[in-house]
């Protein structure tokens, strides 16, 4: 049986979580948690006597595509005790997830993977990564005269960062639009903040951060212009004589190594967070597709996991408003059935990893895991704006 847990079964989901992913709390951080958790996000399946078996997290959330704010179901802290593992609980549950979003139209869905070919199997598909640098004191940018000013924080900051972040994080595909309780609860509890503010006393840019071992490591760095970005390296500048170097977490597209003048630093990219389109149909219509006047794309997309996805969407953005149809398939069938017998067709991993701008139809196509004509894949990428995706929180 899957359910939501009640108040007084929150301990038992803490206890699994502490076991699965092998950690442990202390005890106000067991009264924190208990405090924040709300027993309507966590489903769990339980045996005849009650016992909790499996259970996952699904959490409200709204995330930009496209540089618009959607509804999104983020998954968490799935977990299963070892004794119940390869029974389909976990399938069950994710199951059990995918249909209560799509009953309540959150027609998106992200999760951090503890295996991506697990997630893959459900129609989840690698959706965002990040850069990580590691840059030696010696390499650091020369010091430059700025109008503004760097200050630090109290951990009570969000109304001054968020303006900020929102401005930085409408460009990315998947990052989350923060309320203030995710800011004080996830972002801002273990970080060191410092804000630059110009001269007209507007913040333009932050830095989350932490000194362990003479490295300081910087978990957010949000620059909106060039001022606050030396600014703030200024301000990272200023720790030398405290630290040997610094690690900065950022965008796939980010490109500050160019702009050093030591370019050779070392530098990562790691696959990051993986999603999934919960209800094709109303995705699509809440897609800002590009606007390109007398054409309609075909996509016949096949979703084995949630069924209702699969069949035929015409999709047309001309003029002001765009229409998308739905064409549901014959059983057995998965193919054009309309006159003129064109498209693409996909499956859902493929089509969120295109909607994410994670991979381009043409990458895709010449892989092997699309298939239609050249001149429908070009009609599909013309129709596609190019936000890179990314995410900084975890969840």
Known sequence: MIRNLQKEELMHSLELSQYAFRYSLTKEDIEKRLRNLDPASVYGTFDKDGQLLAKLHLLPFDAYLGGKSVKMGGLAGVATWPEN??????????????????????????????SVKFYRSFGWELTCDYKKYKIHKIQFPPFHEVSGRVERLSEESSPILSPIYERFSERYNGSLKRNEVWWNNNVLSNSKIALYRQSNNEGAGYILYSIKENVMEIEEFVALDRESWEGLWNFIRNHDSMINEVTIVAPPDDEMGFYLDDPKIHQEQHSYFMARVVNVLEALREYPFNKIPGETLFLHVKDDFAEWNTGTYSVTADGIQQSVNFFPAKEGEFSCQMAPKRGISLGIKELTAILFNYKQPKSLLNHGRISGREEDIALFESLLPKNTPFIYDFF
């Open 85 to 114: 593992r390869r029974k389909g609980l976990v399938r069950q549950l994710l199951r059990h997830s995918l249909e209560v979003m799509n009953n309540t139209g959150t027609n998106l869905s992200m999760l951090h993977p503890f």
